[in-house]
């Protein structure tokens, strides 16, 4: 449950361990999986996007039927349009051959209608996340005005926006967000830009965790949750040595039992057969990092900056993929740590990302200028690094 009515806990009052397990929209994120890492120490999140407000209402009730923990549930931010019509009208016609092939019709572009209308429901949403309120709320696709961060902090809830760069982690500062989810490159699923721009994948598609964390944690003066290709607890050590009040995990946990994810998804993600990721808008039309399968090796370099357009288009498609037991035709997101995913229950991972944690940092302090008894007496300390160092200080 939220903290009483205008009182916002910090975030590091919300776990034991600092291990949020991200908020994988798709049905990856069930109620049975946010609990369970709850149950075991960490931070569960629901995932609101792709979903009807009364959907994500009845999750959360489900929720808190599993679980007396705080837990956190995801937004995503209504999108301006920037598709090129023509552009999604050719990507229709290359798509024309996967339908036949999965004797599925693609999907209707020009109206969303229900779980994927263009605001997602957005203002819906916030009404029941005010008047029902939980622990957190994150926002990914930009950042929520002003007034809407101060009516969920008037609920108790903290505020998180997931960011991709310093301006964007600037802009969530200045509107009064509690916190911010640093997101490096390596994450899979959707890159949580605030503007989605077609020319930038022409460059570089963005920095990797610990760059961009650093370069983050000079510009703001707001807790940092690390997000982007972590899978053990050593990692975990380093983004919390490098400034992060805790981590968030995504793709380690997609293979837990208690996971919505797809079986042929989970078993794709250790599978031989697909060693790599990309990023691309094949699938949704807004970049995402994915298995590199048949269906984006093809239609990857054509696929157009139209979100939601290009998810409604091929939603149908998917999901036939997924019917005939065909990978290749699936969305299968992971991070780039995927091949290290290992198949646990979401409670026992949680547990051994925390002992694996307490080992990193008994190393640490057992190195040059530590002791034995040093780490001995810190190894199960859990909880976050000392204090940030404030802009224009010296790390």
């Keep these: 449950m939220a903290a009483a009515t205008g009182s916002v806990p910090a975030v590091t009052d919300l776990f034991r361990y600092p291990i949020v397990q991200a908020p994988m929209a798709g049905g990856a994120s069930r109620p049975e999986l946010a609990a369970a890492v709850c149950r075991a120490g960490g931070l569960g999140f629901l995932a609101a996007g792709l979903k009807t407000p009364e959907a994500m209402y009845q999750e959360i009730r489900v ?46 572009t020009d109206t969303g209608g229900g779980e994927d209308d ?110 982007g290709g972590l899978m053990r607890g050593a990692q975990i050590a380093a983004v919390l040595t490098a400034g992060a009040v805790a981590a968030q995990l995504g ?23 697909f060693p790599h990721t990309e990023l691309t808008r094949a699938f949704t039309g807004r970049p995402a990092r994915g298995l590199v399968n048949r269906f984006l090796r093809e239609h990857g370099p054509y696929a157009p900056a139209a979100y939601p357009q290009v998810h409604r288009m091929t939603a149908g498609l998917r999901r036939a993929a997924a019917r005939a037991g065909d990978p290749q035709g699936m969305a299968l997101w992971a991070g780039q740590g995927h091949r290290m995913a290992r198949t646990l229950s979401a409670e026992r991972l949680v547990r051994t990302l925390a002992a694996e944690l307490d080992e990193a940092r008994a190393a640490l302090l057992a190195g040059p200028g530590g002791t034995a008894a040093a780490a001995a007496g810190t190894a199960n300390a859990a909880g976050p690094p000392a204090a940030s160092p404030q802009k224009g200080e010296p790390a």
């Design 63 to 108: 929720a808190r039927g599993l679980t007396d923990r705080p837990f956190g549930v995801n937004l995503f931010l209504p999108q301006r349009p920037v598709a090129d019509a023509a552009a999604v009208a050719v990507y229709r016609e290359q798509l024309a051959g996967e339908s036949s092939w999965y004797a599925a019709p693609l999907g209707d």
């Design 118 to 227: 263009g605001d997602d429901g957005y203002e819906g949403k916030l009404a029941v996340l005010t008047e029902t309120p939980v622990a957190m709320v994150s926002f990914t696709f930009g950042c929520p005005d002003a007034g809407v961060l101060r009516a969920l902090a008037r609920a108790g809830t903290v505020t998180v926006v997931t960011v991709t760069s310093v301006a964007e982690a600037r802009t969530a500062e200045a509107a009064g967000a509690a916190a911010v989810c640093v997101q490096g490159v390596e994450a899979g699923g959707h890159r949580g830009t605030h503007r989605d721009d077609p020319y930038a994948d022409r460059g570089s598609p963005g920095l990797g965790l610990l760059t961009l964390l650093a370069q983050v944690r000079e510009a703001v003066d707001l807790p940092l949750i690390a997000a």
């Design 251 to 273: 793709t380690a946990f997609l293979v837990c039992p208690e996971s919505g994810a797809d079986p042929l998804h989970k078993r794709a993600l250790t599978d031989p057969l």
